[in-house]
């Protein structure tokens, strides 16, 4: 959303675009999973009394407004792409289907995940690592606004420091906030590693890919 208090920034979303074609443009295969919260949060709708159910799909058909936002910023700039849904809408994206987003990505396009798993009371995180373990992925980058893991919140205290490298095991005993817990799980038992950045930084979804330490690296 930008700088907006909600919505779809076309700014933003063109950043992000070209972040993305950097990486492309080195033949290095993408998925993406996107969230909803700039458009409709579930757990927040719940908070207000709505229907935790009803929330979560509602966030789900948020994040598959973002992934058509995101598929027109990318096509715009010349790349192939496929939205796949986990929820059926064939006349605007692709049902979920593993061997076909594998093939997808064989030949060069990139496939972006929409509707998160599915399910209620799942996270876009959760589904982010369950579309990784599922295609095979190298590595998770998770994108943010803090540019990694630190010892607190570097927004409310100044003396954090950052971690460069931490163990899945650490993040646990040290109770550090990753992502839900859910995914964080089935990241570490799949020994799938996570690397979480300032995705609002120029360039540094092109260094991660070059192997340049941005962010914090967790893993086994």
Do not use: W
């Not at 373990?133 to 998770?140: L, Y």
């Not at 980058?141 to 927004?155: C, F, I, M, Q, S």
């Not at 300032?198 to 967790?218: Q, R, Y």
């Amino acid at each position: 959303m930008g700088d907006r208090q909600y919505g779809i920034d076309p700014v933003r979303l063109g950043e992000y675009a070209d972040e993305i074609k950097k990486v492309h443009e080195q033949g290095i295969e993408i998925a993406i999973v996107i969230g909803g919260g700039n458009i409709f949060r579930g757990v927040a709708g719940a908070s207000n009394g709505m229907d935790r159910v009803q929330g979560d799909y509602m966030g789900m058909l948020a994040t598959v407004i973002n992934g058509m936002a995101l598929q027109g910023a990318l096509e715009d700039k010349g790349m192939k792409t496929r939205l796949q849904t986990a929820l059926k809408m064939e006349s605007i994206a692709e049902p979920y289907i593993k061997r076909r987003a594998d093939r997808h990505l064989e030949k060069g396009r990139i496939v972006i995940f929409g509707a998160g798993t599915g399910n209620p009371y799942f996270t876009t995180d959760t589904a982010a690592v369950l579309r990784g373990v599922e295609i095979n992925a190298n590595v998770i980058l998770k994108g943010t606004r803090v540019d990694g893991v630190y010892t607190a919140d570097p927004e409310k205290d100044a003396s954090a420091t950052k971690f460069n490298y931490i163990s899945f095991e650490d993040v646990i005993k040290k109770g550090l906030n990753v992502m839900d817990s859910t995914a964080f799980t089935l990241s570490q038992e799949n020994k799938l590693p996570i690397v979480i950045f300032d995705m609002n930084k120029s360039g540094n979804l092109l260094k991660i890919c070059k192997g340049e330490n941005i962010g914090t690296e967790v893993n086994i």
